[in-house]
């Protein structure tokens, strides 16, 4: 079972970026599909992005496509999602979870229910 913790999440302004990482144990992280859910208040869990770490290939839900980047470092077994000009409704707890059979084609459309390992969660909070 693989253990999965986020970090850097914080308060920031709108159309400033934040940088989280999600670091992986109990596993190499090149055989894992790592994707990055958010809860934001009210709202329900939603998929943002998917890396596959064994190449690097990523997918991205419309909401971020664009001003979000996820990319990985199998070296320090951490997948890390850039988030460039923020918005207020990015508000939200940012999740990495990790799966090895989800396929990146249906990754970031895939239920969280097929994912099995999870982070508790980092808190972005965009404000002025």
């Known amino acids: 079972q693989l253990q999965l913790v986020e970090s850097g999440g914080g308060l920031v302004q709108p159309g400033e970026s934040l940088r989280l990482s999600c670091t992986v144990s109990?596993?190499?992280?090149?055989?894992?599909?790592i994707k990055w859910f958010r809860k934001a208040p009210g709202k329900e869990l939603e998929g943002i992005s998917c890396?596959?770490?064994?190449?690097?290939?990523?997918k991205y839900s419309e909401s971020v496509k664009g001003r979000f980047t996820i990319s990985r470092d199998n070296a320090k077994n951490t997948v890390y999602l850039q988030m460039n000009s923020l918005k207020s409704e990015d508000t939200a707890v940012y999740y990495c979870?990790?799966?090895?059979?989800?396929?990146?084609?249906?990754?970031?459309?895939?239920?969280?229910?097929?994912?099995?390992?999870w982070g508790r969660g980092t808190q972005v909070t965009v404000s002025s």
């Open positions: 979870a990790a799966d090895s059979q989800v396929g990146l084609l249906s990754c970031v459309s895939s239920h969280s229910t097929n994912f099995g390992s």
């Open positions: 890396i596959y770490a064994s190449d690097g290939s990523a």
């Open positions: 109990g596993g190499p992280l090149d055989y894992y599909y």
